[in-house]
T-cell receptor, first 113, second 111 residues
Framework: QQQVKQSPQSLIVQKGGISIINCAYE??????FPWYQQFPGKGPALLIA?????SEKKEGRFTISFNKSAKQFSLHIMDSQPGDSATYFC????????????FGSGTQLTVLP | EPEVTQTPSHQVTQMGQEVILRCVPI?????FYWYRQILGQKVEFLVS????????KSEIFDDQFSVERPDGSNFTLKIRSTKLEDSAMYFC?????????FGQGTRLTVV
């Protein structure tokens, strides 16, 4: 029940296209859903995050869509650029004190020039 | 911009040896974490630390692992007797309220 399922495992998109990565969860106690971007040899870096009281959050070219009833959330990268090529992880956390993040399995995004 | 720093960036050790991975969290943060990532796999939670004690730990964090915050700034992960399967990237993270910030990681190679 603690798992976060992420798909696809890998994604290839042309420059300027839209990249879409999906995640699903079971634990309804999760109430914070961040997305992290990771470049090779680096630590995960927070990209954007959402709480379940909103259905969408947009920051620049990055949008999170959240469907509470379906227990799904997704990351949309508009106008994808070669510099966006990285591994993207969704995550979820139960609020309260020192609660840890539960990560999805990751999506390796390649944006072709 | 404040950041979480980890040392060393790469550690090679022989099986059975003890290793200590070091982290300096962001200074006003209260919650501290260690995660690990085996090559090509997802990031896995090891342990959380708050108010000078372990808050939660995963089943990965067995008796061979320990954490300390010895001096109010450093946060360390010790592996007492390393095994081959401990080879991974180890990430330290810290947070104040909501957002968790990760360090660059220590690549541990056990030979």
């Amino acid at each position: 029940q603690q798992q976060v399922k992420q798909s696809p495992q890998s994604l290839i998109v042309q420059k300027g296209g839209i990249s879409i990565i999906n995640c699903a969860y079971e634990n309804t106690a999760f109430d914070y859903f961040p997305w992290y971007q990771q470049f090779p040899g680096k630590g995960p870096a927070l990209l954007i995050a959402i709480r379940p009281d909103v259905s969408e959050k947009k920051e620049g070219r990055f949008t999170i869509s959240f469907n509470k009833s379906a227990k799904q959330f997704s990351l949309h990268i508009m106008d994808s650029q070669p510099g966006d090529s990285a591994t993207y992880f969704c995550a979820a956390r139960v609020s309260g004190s020192a609660r840890q993040l539960t990560f999805g399995s990751g999506t390796q995004l390649t944006v072709l020039p | 911009e404040p950041e979480v720093t980890q040392t060393p960036s790469h550690q090679v050790t022989q099986m059975g040896q003890e290793v200590i991975l070091r982290c300096v969290p962001i200074s006003n943060h209260l919650y501290f974490y260690w995660y690990r990532q085996i090559l090509g796999q997802k990031v896995e939670f090891l342990v959380s630390f708050y108010n000078n004690e372990i808050s939660e730990k995963s089943e990965i964090f067995d008796d061979q692992f320990s954490v300390e915050r010895p001096d109010g700034s450093n946060f360390t992960l010790k592996i007492r007797s390393t095994k081959l399967e401990d080879s991974a990237m180890y990430f330290c993270a810290s947070r104040a309220v909501i957002e968790a910030f990760f360090g660059q990681g220590t690549r541990l190679t056990v030979v």
